[in-house]
């Protein structure tokens, strides 16, 4: 199972507070993959795929941020109009709900690389696979 | 208008010998058939025969909230339930509320006194009466229900809430009279403008609006908007309930307090020492008229003065003056009396947030808001947002369930509220009044 490590962030909705988490991981030298910030009326949810997830984890806790680690599913996609269509339609197809998703920052040349949570993310994985989309482990993740 | 002219106006000597006749009266029947005030009277070294004049009346031991719940429901009761028509009850900080009990004849001065209240405030035989209080354990609205009926007025059980019902019904039967919370009443008057009923639609001429402190501010505030009289009334249902005191129409300052159902004494809240007429410090109140659950000298926790100078009206009972505030953290949000402590409990049973709160109470829009904001723990927390909404809105439910209000719960991050070496200060009241 190609499943990957995500950090989420408690934060309250106040201006600077994405930044205090971004800038602590900065300043550690902890390099961010991929960053999605989810937000309610009150708060928000900062969800981040960094390289040295145990260290951020310690980081975050020991600076008093309240975090949750998830797996998820990391999908290596052609960079090209359609490519995530293509995805998203063997999805819907199989009936799998996407709870959310986001795009990896670091470019592969003429890739795209789309993280999602899944409500079954077995289904999902065993689905994805028989229609050969092409899943990232950690240890490929820390290497993009 | 003087409803019962011979007692409201009765001269001062003959009023403080009918309270003192009162006063022993009462003693006596506590100490006989109430065991906490036989011990409390026998642990002070007093006897019933002690009270020899009103003046001996300090010499009593106080009687407190607490010592209402520690006797939940029907200790203090000095008469068997057949005869107890009716229960009342407000709530508590441990989450049982204090229960009150009335006989038949205490209905009966209950409606009196209420009748003398909202007569003194202007209200008479052929007002349509709005009552917009709440009806139920509350005393708000049977209170002023009775008291309404008892003057010979038409009163429209409509109680709170349904703001647009309520003015419809108010413009469509005429009514001349609102009994309300302020709060409530400012709220009416916006909704008024909102729904762009003018002044000249409804024949509204006085409210008498009780259950939450207000200010001189506020009454003036809603005069200009309504264009009504605005008269403050007090009452807690430890003693009776609405009609302990009322201001006259008159005057308009000062609230008169019935002295010949109740002994109003000021004291310091630290000492328990009696002040002069005139000092500022807490309300106690000993009920001489009750049967039913005859309390002596209750510890209201309300601070207020007693203005002894008599009133232009002819009234001979002593008024106090508007109620300042209260002696401990007791938060009252649209007339409904919450303690922090209330929502602590609350909160610790809730799996999934911290220990550490905060009350932040304000006036929005002329409506008392309360926001709880709670730290969430590393334990509940979950990487989805829909998660987190639904403990935010099963603590609000909880809340609206166990006590009646609406708040708003913020979840907070860890150890972002404010830590406390000594007391902790857990309110912070925006409400400017």
């Known amino acids: ?144 | 208008m003087i409803y019962d002219d011979e007692m409201e106006t009765l001269p001062r000597e003959a009023l403080e010998a009918l309270q003192l006749k009162r006063l022993q009266h009462t003693v006596e029947r506590v100490y006989n058939l109430v065991p906490f005030y036989k011990r409390k009277f026998d642990e002070a070294g007093v006897k019933p025969d002690d009270v020899k004049t009103l003046d001996d009346l300090k010499r009593l031991p106080f009687t407190t909230k607490q010592d209402l719940r520690d006797n939940y429901p029907f200790g203090m009761f000095t008469l068997p339930l057949e005869q107890v028509v009716r229960v009342h009850a407000s709530s508590g900080t441990t989450g049982k509320p204090t229960v009150v009990g009335y006989s038949k004849r205490d209905i009966e001065v209950w409606s009196d006194l209420m009748a003398r209240s909202l007569s003194a405030a202007g209200v008479s035989k052929g007002d349509i009466i709005q009552n917009a209080y709440g009806y139920g354990l509350f005393t708000g609205g049977l209170g002023a229900h009775y008291g309404g009926e008892r003057l010979g007025a038409t009163v429209i059980p409509i109680s709170g809430g349904n703001t647009k019902r309520q003015i419809m019904i108010m413009k469509d039967f005429g009514s001349t009279v609102l009994t309300a919370t302020p709060s409530y009443t400012l709220y009416l008057a916006e909704t008024l403008k909102e729904m762009g009923i003018s002044r000249d639609e409804i024949k509204l001429r006085v409210g008498i609006l009780g259950a939450e402190p207000w200010s001189e501010e506020m009454r003036n505030t809603i005069e200009e908007k309504l264009g009504i009289d605005a008269i403050d009334i007090y009452g807690l249902s430890e003693i009776m309930g609405p009609g302990v005191a009322v201001e006259c129409a008159e005057a308009k300052h000062g609230l008169h307090v019935w002295e010949d159902a109740f002994i109003p004494e000021i004291i310091d809240p630290e000492t328990g020492e009696v002040l002069p007429d005139g000092e500022e410090g807490e309300l106690v109140i000993t009920t001489i008229l009750k049967e039913a659950i005859p309390l002596i000298r209750y510890r209201t926790r309300d601070i207020t003065r007693i203005i002894k100078e008599p009133c232009k009206c002819g009234r001979t009972h002593r008024r106090i003056e508007r109620i300042k505030g209260r002696t401990d953290d007791m938060l009252i949000i649209r007339g409904v009396n919450i303690f922090p402590s209330q929502i602590e409990s609350l909160l610790m049973e809730t799996e999934g947030v911290e220990p550490h709160y905060q009350l932040i109470v304000d006036r929005i829009d002329n409506l008392d808001t309360l926001e709880v904001k709670v730290e969430v723990s590393e334990e509940i927390f979950s990487d989805e947002i829909k998660h987190l909404q639904k403990l935010k809105e099963r603590i609000e439910k909880d809340i609206k369930d166990l006590y009646g209000i609406t708040v708003k719960v913020t979840l907070v991050e860890p150890k972002s509220l404010q830590r406390f070496e000594g007391k902790a200060k857990r309110v912070i009241d925006k409400r400017k009044i």
Do not use: W
Not at chain 1, 2 to 31: A, D, M, T, W, Y
């Open chain 1, 1 to 144: 199972m190609k499943r990957i490590r995500q950090i989420s962030v408690f934060v309250e909705n106040r201006p600077g507070r994405l930044l205090e988490v971004v800038e602590l991981l900065g300043k550690h030298n902890i390099n961010i993959k991929a960053l999605s910030l989810a937000d309610s009326s009150d708060f928000g949810i900062v969800r981040l795929v960094v390289k040295g997830t145990d260290e951020a984890i310690k980081i975050l806790k020991d600076n008093g941020f309240t975090t949750a680690e998830t797996h998820i599913i990391a999908c290596m996609i052609d960079d090209k109009p359609g490519a995530l269509a293509n995805v998203l339609n063997i999805l819907a197809g199989n009936q799998i709900n996407i709870e959310y998703m986001y795009g990896f920052t670091s470019p592969i040349e003429g890739k795209a690389v789309m993280v999602f949570k899944f409500s079954e993310t077995q289904k999902a994985e065993k689905i994805l696979e028989e229609n050969g989309i092409q899943m990232l482990s950690q240890e490929e993740i820390r290497e993009i």
